[in-house]
C-alpha cells in the first residue's frame, strides 16, 4: 500500500517560494472538525473551502497509506504556487469543498475499523452538508493505494442509512456520487491470514479471514454504483493491476459506468508525467460528475 513515508511527505508540504495567495483570497481552513469517538480519541476530518463558497460540490481525500492515517496541519498543504499545484490545490482552484478524512490508525485498528471510520464520517458530512455549503447529493471521494481501497468501499457499500438508528447521523446516507482510486486492492484474501507475510509489514492485515467478503469492494458491486475512475501501474508488484482490472470486469458486467486508466511501466505510486497525467484524470473526473444538474 502506499508508503507511510510518501504519505507523511505528502501531508507535510512546505511553502514554496514566490507569490503566495492570500488565505482570503483562495480558501479558508476549519481543521479537526470531530465526527465520532473511539477508544478516548476523536476521529477528525479537515474541510478546506474556496474563496466565495465553491461550486457547492464535495470531494472527500482518504488519508490513509497501508490504512494508517496520518495527522498534519491541513496549512501545510497550502504551496500557492502558480506551478506544480498539488492534488489538493487543484480540487480547491476548481471550486471543490475539499474534505481530508482521517481514520483509527494502523496498527492499533484493523481494516475493518478504518471502513467503519470513513463510513461514519460520510454521513457526518453529508449530515452537516449545509454547514459547509455542499449539495449532499453532489459529494465524490478519492485516495490513493489504501485510501483507494477505502473510496471503493464507500462506493460500492453506500446505503441510504438506518431509519431505525437512535443517533441521526446513523438515519444519514452513506452514498457517494463518484469514487476515483488509484492502484486500490479490490479483494484482500490474497493478503490476510496467518500465512500471509505481507501482515508484518501492513498490521492492518491482521484481522480474521472471515471478514474479508466484507472489507473486498470486489464483492459488492452493484448496478447503482456511481461512477467510478480507476488509475493503475501495469508494473505494480504490491497490489498488482489485476485488482483494478477485475473490479472494472464487475462493474461493467453490473452496468456501472467505470473507466480503468493504465499507466504503463508504472510501479506503486506515480511521477513526473504519470503524476500528472493521474491527477488530471481525478479532476476532470470530478468536474465532470459533480458538476450541477449532473
Given at each position: 500500500m502506499?508508503?507511510v513515508?510518501a504519505?507523511?511527505?505528502?501531508l507535510n508540504?512546505?511553502?514554496?517560494?514566490?507569490?503566495?495567495?492570500g488565505?482570503?483570497?483562495?480558501?479558508?481552513?476549519?481543521?479537526?472538525?470531530?465526527?465520532?469517538h473511539k477508544a478516548?480519541?476523536?476521529l477528525?476530518?479537515?474541510?478546506?473551502?474556496?474563496?466565495?463558497?465553491?461550486?457547492?460540490?464535495?470531494?472527500?481525500?482518504?488519508?490513509?497509506?497501508?490504512?494508517?492515517?496520518?495527522?498534519?496541519?491541513?496549512?501545510?498543504?497550502?504551496?500557492?504556487?502558480?506551478?506544480d499545484k498539488?492534488?489538493?490545490?487543484r480540487?480547491?482552484?476548481?471550486g471543490?469543498?475539499?474534505?481530508?478524512v482521517?481514520?483509527?490508525?494502523s496498527?492499533?485498528?484493523?481494516?475493518?475499523?478504518?471502513w467503519s471510520?470513513?463510513?461514519?464520517a460520510?454521513r457526518h458530512i453529508?449530515a452537516?452538508?449545509?454547514?459547509?455549503?455542499?449539495?449532499p447529493q453532489?459529494?465524490g471521494?478519492c485516495?490513493?493505494?489504501?485510501g483507494?481501497?477505502?473510496?471503493?468501499?464507500?462506493?460500492?457499500?453506500?446505503?441510504?442509512?438506518?431509519?431505525?438508528a437512535?443517533?441521526?447521523?446513523?438515519?444519514?446516507s452513506?452514498?457517494?456520487?463518484?469514487?476515483?482510486a488509484f492502484?486500490?486492492?479490490t479483494d484482500?484474501?490474497?493478503?490476510?491470514g496467518?500465512?500471509k507475510?505481507i501482515?508484518?509489514?501492513?498490521?492492518?492485515?491482521?484481522?480474521?479471514e472471515?471478514?474479508v467478503?466484507d472489507?473486498?469492494?470486489?464483492?459488492?458491486?452493484?448496478p447503482?454504483?456511481?461512477?467510478?475512475l480507476?488509475?493503475?501501474?501495469d508494473?505494480?508488484?504490491?497490489v498488482?493491476?489485476?485488482?483494478?482490472?477485475?473490479?472494472?470486469e464487475a462493474?461493467d458486467?453490473?452496468g456501472?459506468?467505470?473507466?480503468?486508466i493504465v499507466?504503463?511501466?508504472?510501479?506503486?505510486?506515480?511521477?513526473?508525467?504519470?503524476?500528472?497525467?493521474?491527477?488530471?484524470?481525478?479532476?476532470?473526473?470530478?468536474?465532470?460528475?459533480?458538476?450541477p444538474g449532473?
Open positions: 502506499l508508503s513515508i504519505l507523511a511527505v505528502a508540504v512546505v511553502p514554496m517560494s514566490g507569490a503566495v495567495r488565505e482570503e483570497e483562495w480558501r479558508s481552513i476549519r481543521p479537526d472538525v470531530i465526527y465520532g478516548g480519541m476523536a477528525t476530518y479537515d474541510v478546506i473551502t474556496p474563496a466565495g463558497g465553491g461550486n457547492g460540490a464535495g470531494v472527500l481525500f482518504m488519508v490513509s497509506g497501508g490504512w494508517v492515517s496520518m495527522w498534519a496541519p491541513p496549512e501545510n498543504l497550502v504551496r500557492s504556487a502558480p506551478t498539488n492534488l489538493w490545490e480540487l480547491v482552484d476548481k471543490f469543498t475539499l474534505f481530508l482521517r481514520h483509527g490508525s496498527p492499533q485498528f484493523k481494516v475493518p475499523e478504518a471510520d470513513v463510513e461514519l460520510i453529508r452537516h452538508a449545509a454547514d459547509y455549503g455542499v449539495d453532489r459529494i471521494v485516495g490513493g493505494s489504501a483507494g481501497h477505502l473510496s471503493l468501499m464507500m462506493g460500492t457499500r453506500g446505503d441510504d442509512g438506518d431509519p431505525a437512535r443517533d441521526p447521523i446513523g438515519r444519514t452513506s452514498r457517494v456520487q463518484c469514487v476515483v492502484f486500490p486492492p484482500l484474501e490474497p493478503y490476510v496467518p500465512d507475510p501482515v508484518k509489514q501492513f498490521p492492518a492485515l491482521e484481522f480474521p472471515s471478514q467478503p472489507v473486498s469492494p470486489l464483492r459488492h458491486v452493484t447503482d454504483d456511481p461512477p467510478t480507476l488509475v493503475h501501474g508494473k505494480d508488484e504490491l498488482p493491476l489485476f485488482h483494478s482490472e477485475k473490479i472494472k462493474m458486467r453490473e456501472v459506468k467505470c473507466e480503468l499507466i504503463r511501466d508504472a510501479a506503486h505510486g506515480f511521477a513526473g508525467e504519470d503524476n500528472e497525467r493521474a491527477l488530471g484524470a481525478l479532476v476532470d473526473w470530478m468536474v465532470t460528475h459533480l458538476a449532473e
